[in-house]
């Protein structure tokens, strides 16, 4: 296959409700589309880079000028391209793993379109629906808190993340436990605590969590497996994996015993793979993470979650979570899963004249 030009789509995506972290609070997504034109049709990717570098040092504009000044420009350079070859061609640039990630799958979407096979299929996905749970952001007032999460629970979520915090992490879990005796529930620190605050941390395992995600900082996997000693509750990394590698010495060290897998913040589709056989073939148990993505995004999110290894709720909520009107047709709670696509590629069409209304910013790149 042949790439023929790239267009890379900006556009502003209003949040339905802020969505606040231990690193922040966002209101709009600024979302990074992918457009790869290929001598055999084209294909859409997203990039999931935030705003701020406060999740990872990735930030959506120096995402952009990554693709735009090295990404794009190698892989237009070749004769033929096909995405397992992407990983390979962009390894001589250090990191920015959502921006090639984007590049991979907008490539990958054109070759699973031109062949008329689904994403799912492709990865070797073994479920036509998939279950998933909402992420909860941190709000003003624990009353507020159970508002939230009974408004999520009565849309049929029955897994359900709460972001935390210093200062906001006993009270809050205990509060959601007491109200929401059957309801799975875990947390996310996003790196927020250091060593000093296991005693208190272990106090969350009266709550019969599934999971705490990455509660130190990402490159400090001693401390994690120094806590995963101590508390009953699986310890999960998220910003600590970002390959395959990295994913084999966070188990060895017993840092973890569930992964949270992102597509962005690892490279890509073809190394999410990788990590989930990996998971697989180590008992791991892995999820599939979200980064509050459009509909492109969330179709391969999906369509990933679809493998054998996914056996957690995913962080992929239903659009009408995060978006008044997406760019994609919706994805729909049906009881508290998604529905995989089943069409060729990503298996959803990206509506312009949405694109259009939300002021979308495009630029076009050729190489040749
Ligand atoms: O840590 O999982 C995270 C959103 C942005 C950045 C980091 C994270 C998140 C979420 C949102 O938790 C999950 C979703 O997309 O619903
Ligand atoms: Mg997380």
């Known amino acids: 296959m042949r790439l023929e030009s790239v267009e890379l789509i900006r556009v502003k995506m209003p949040l339905v409700r802020p969505f606040r972290t231990s690193f922040g609070e966002q209101t709009v997504r600024d979302v990074l589309l992918v457009n790869a034109y290929t001598g055999d049709g084209h294909g859409w990717g997203e990039c999931v880079a935030q705003v701020d570098p406060f999740y990872s040092e990735e930030f959506i504009d120096g995402a952009q000028m990554v693709l735009e000044t090295w990404l794009i420009p190698q892989v237009l350079a070749q004769q033929s391209v096909v995405a397992e070859d992407v990983p390979e061609l962009l390894k001589n640039i250090k990191g920015h793993r959502s921006a090639k990630a984007a590049l991979e799958m907008a490539i990958l979407d054109a070759q699973l379109r031109a062949r008329g096979h689904s994403l799912s299929r492709y990865l070797g996905g073994v479920r036509d629906t998939v279950e998933v749970g909402v992420s909860v952001g941190i709000t003003n007032s624990v009353d507020e808190l159970l508002d939230v999460v009974a408004g999520y629970v009565a849309d049929g979520y029955t897994r359900v993340k709460l972001k935390i915090e210093p200062g906001w992490d006993v009270e809050p879990v205990r509060a959601v436990r007491a109200r929401f005796n059957d309801l799975r529930l875990q947390v996310d620190a996003n790196t927020a605590y250091r060593v000093g605050d296991i005693e208190h941390l272990k106090k969350l395992d009266e709550f019969g969590l599934l999971l705490i995600e990455q509660p130190f900082e990402e490159d400090d996997l001693a401390t994690h497996a120094l806590f995963a000693q101590q508390i009953s509750t699986a310890v999960c990394l998220d910003e600590s994996i970002v390959s395959t590698r990295s994913t084999e010495v966070a188990i060895d060290a017993g840092a973890c015993s569930i992964v949270n897998i992102k597509v962005g913040r690892v490279g890509g589709l073809i190394e999410s793979r990788k990590i989930h056989d990996l998971c697989v ?28 290894g996914f056996t957690l709720p995913g962080d992929i909520s239903a659009s009408n979570r995060y978006f008044a009107q997406d760019i994609t047709e919706p994805f729909e709670l049906v009881g508290s899963c998604l529905k995989v696509p089943t069409g060729p590629g990503l298996g959803v069409t990206v509506d312009q004249e949405m694109l259009a209304s939300l002021g979308a910013v495009r630029t076009h790149i050729t190489g040749r």
């Open 281 to 308: 073939s180590r008992g791991v148990d892995v999820w599939c993470g979200g980064m509050l993505e459009s509909g492109v995004g969330r179709a391969a999110n999906v369509a990933l979650a679809s493998m054998s």
